[in-house]
């Protein structure tokens, strides 16, 4: 799996927290963030799911995540939010690779591209939140594009 380093700006996002294993929690957060995004109106550009945790250290019932859409500096949170957060994901330099997902495998993707990573010899994981980018909705297809982000410091 290839991958390029960008510099990437800092994003403020709009959506819901979740905890537990994240082959539920992300699904159920998109759908709420779906039916909220929706019923609000919400002006948003990306899709994103921001992982907060090593799910190889971090036990499945404790993982967090975001699912959150990107919006202005000047978002303010519509009344009757209930549970919505707005953060911002940290700028910085990230190792940034394109994936297609088929079958909602989305850790297989991921655990190439930390191997892929993990063995590069000028950079490596900083221990930030990573995210990921849906290029598609591929709730009816069961096909996803997404853009994965590491964030990432020099081994020099």
Not at 50 to 75: G, H, I, M, Q, S
Request: one cysteine or more; hydrophobic letters at 40%.
């Amino acid at each position: 799996m290839e991958f390029t380093i960008k510099q990437v700006p800092q994003k403020k996002v709009a959506g819901f927290h979740m905890v537990g294993p994240w082959e539920k929690t992300v699904h159920q957060g998109f759908e709420q963030l779906a039916m909220w995004v929706k019923a609000h109106q919400v002006p948003e550009s990306e899709w994103l799911a921001v992982y907060y945790d090593n799910p190889e250290v971090v036990p499945a019932e404790k993982l967090r995540c975001d699912t959150v859409v990107t919006v202005a500096e000047d978002f303010a949170v519509p009344e009757n939010s209930e549970g919505v957060i707005v953060t911002h994901i940290e700028g910085g330099q990230y190792a940034v690779a394109r994936a297609r997902v088929d079958d909602n495998d989305f850790a297989s993707p991921w655990n190439q591209f930390f191997e892929k990573l993990l063995g590069d010899a000028e950079y490596q994981p900083d221990g930030k939140p990573c995210f990921e980018h849906y290029l598609n909705d591929g709730t009816q297809s069961g096909v996803w594009d997404i853009d994965m982000y590491i964030s990432v410091s020099s081994k020099l």
